[in-house]
């Protein structure tokens, strides 16, 4: 069906499409609720049972309107935001470009949420009972020096309500944020996240999984020394990767000079390189979350194989449709067994 319906989505400008893909998502929540999950070997990780390793990638659902929808096409887990303590509308529009011949999206969204409070509600009356997880991130107007306190809102908010919690510190279109997944500014944050942790784990007696979403555009001895200090701080798991400011795949096609990220398959082959960095550096006990240019089973193999626990699609359905979701938890649990 969707083969049918992809050339009528992108008669439209994309971010058009995205936001029609979610109203038809939050209707069929509404009106048929989440269904049921397909099994592929449920994977255990973090303390928590993963139906199937296949999840969806935060970005989609950012305002948390349609999971219930969404989690009808297979998904292991979802994940939903990236949201922000206050709303905000995000950058000018147009904002969203699709690159067919590269089946690749750039989007300069910025963060653009209805905020911590409305996404609260959302969360608070779910019916999917799958893995859900929220991504955090900082509003645009909150100084660098400050941000920890955004990340510590959004922790202390969202902390009973997730089953896990994901710190996007690698968005390129919120200005300075990349800036705090290296030296003293990684530190100070990761402490105060720490802190805030243990706080809560007092308080609830329970202690929510905190996962760091990194950028592909990492020097590799910049990579390392991050993971390295997101282990020893108690940080459950890593998402690698982000979306990049690389444009070495895209050169001279339409579009390909608009700024923002660049996500889908000219990601992939360094997003494979940085899960096998990431693997080799913190060991097992780590979980690694890979996403970016997995819009094949073949890939969603090939992440698997590079290290990862888990795995995440987003540009991948633009071009393949909710069906790749099934197809790639087919192709894991023939490949098991």
């Given at each position: 069906m969707y083969s049918a319906l992809r050339p009528l989505?992108?008669?439209?400008?994309?971010?058009?499409?995205h936001?029609?893909?979610l109203s038809a998502m939050h209707w069929i929540g509404r009106v048929a609720g989440p269904g049921t999950v397909p099994d592929a070997h449920p994977v255990e990780r973090m303390g928590l049972t993963f139906a199937n390793p296949v999840g969806l990638a935060a970005g989609l659902d950012k305002d948390a309107t349609a999971f219930d929808g969404l989690a009808r096409f297979g998904f292991g887990f979802i994940e939903v935001g990236t949201v922000t303590p206050r709303a905000q509308p995000g950058n000018d529009k147009p904002r969203m470009f699709r690159l067919p011949q590269s089946r690749a999206v750039i989007n300069r969204m910025g963060f653009n949420n209805h905020g911590l409070d409305a996404l609260i509600r959302r969360v608070d009356g779910r019916r999917y009972s799958g893995v859900l997880g929220i991504n955090l991130g900082k509003n645009k107007d909150t100084p660098a020096d400050r941000a920890s306190d955004d990340y510590v809102a959004g922790l202390n908010a969202v902390h009973q309500l997730a089953d896990y919690i994901t710190v996007n510190l690698s968005s390129p279109n919120t200005p300075g944020l990349r800036d705090l997944q290296l030296g003293e500014a990684l530190d100070h944050l990761l402490s105060d996240l720490?802190?805030?942790?243990?706080?809560?784990?007092?308080?609830?007696?329970?202690?929510?999984?905190?996962?760091?979403k990194l950028a592909p555009d990492l020097a590799d001895q910049d990579l390392d020394e991050m993971a390295t200090r997101l282990v020893e701080a108690g940080i459950d798991g890593i998402i690698a990767t982000n979306t990049t400011l690389s444009r070495d795949a895209v050169t001279g096609q339409p579009y390909a000079n608009e700024a923002g990220g660049l996500s889908g398959q000219p990601v992939c082959a360094r997003a494979n390189?940085?899960?096998q960095r990431l693997r080799a550096t913190v060991?097992?006990?780590?979980t690694l979350v890979g996403v970016g240019g997995i819009d094949s089973p073949a890939l969603a193999l090939q992440r698997l194989a590079s290290g990862a626990?888990?795995?995440?699609?987003?540009?991948?359905?633009?071009?393949?449709?909710?069906?790749?979701?099934?197809?790639?938890?087919?192709?894991?649990?023939?490949q098991r067994g």
């Amino acid at each position: 069906m969707y083969s049918a319906l992809r050339p009528l989505l992108f008669r439209l400008d994309p971010e058009t499409a995205h936001d029609l893909t979610l109203s038809a998502m939050h209707w069929i929540g509404r009106v048929a609720g989440p269904g049921t999950v397909p099994d592929a070997h449920p994977v255990e990780r973090m303390g928590l049972t993963f139906a199937n390793p296949v999840g969806l990638a935060a970005g989609l659902d950012k305002d948390a309107t349609a999971f219930d929808g969404l989690a009808r096409f297979g998904f292991g887990f979802i994940e939903v935001g990236t949201v922000t303590p206050r709303a905000q509308p995000g950058n000018d529009k147009p904002r969203m470009f699709r690159l067919p011949q590269s089946r690749a999206v750039i989007n300069r969204m910025g963060f653009n949420n209805h905020g911590l409070d409305a996404l609260i509600r959302r969360v608070d009356g779910r019916r999917y009972s799958g893995v859900l997880g929220i991504n955090l991130g900082k509003n645009k107007d909150t100084p660098a020096d400050r941000a920890s306190d955004d990340y510590v809102a959004g922790l202390n908010a969202v902390h009973q309500l997730a089953d896990y919690i994901t710190v996007n510190l690698s968005s390129p279109n919120t200005p300075g944020l990349r800036d705090l997944q290296l030296g003293e500014a990684l530190d100070h944050l990761l402490s105060d996240l720490s802190a805030a942790r243990a706080a809560l784990a007092d308080r609830f007696g329970a202690r929510t999984p905190v996962l760091v979403k990194l950028a592909p555009d990492l020097a590799d001895q910049d990579l390392d020394e991050m993971a390295t200090r997101l282990v020893e701080a108690g940080i459950d798991g890593i998402i690698a990767t982000n979306t990049t400011l690389s444009r070495d795949a895209v050169t001279g096609q339409p579009y390909a000079n608009e700024a923002g990220g660049l996500s889908g398959q000219p990601v992939c082959a360094r997003a494979n390189q940085v899960m096998q960095r990431l693997r080799a550096t913190v060991g097992a006990e780590t979980t690694l979350v890979g996403v970016g240019g997995i819009d094949s089973p073949a890939l969603a193999l090939q992440r698997l194989a590079s290290g990862a626990d888990l795995i995440q699609l987003y540009t991948g359905l633009v071009y393949e449709g909710p069906g790749l979701a099934r197809r790639c938890v087919k192709a894991i649990r023939d490949q098991r067994g």
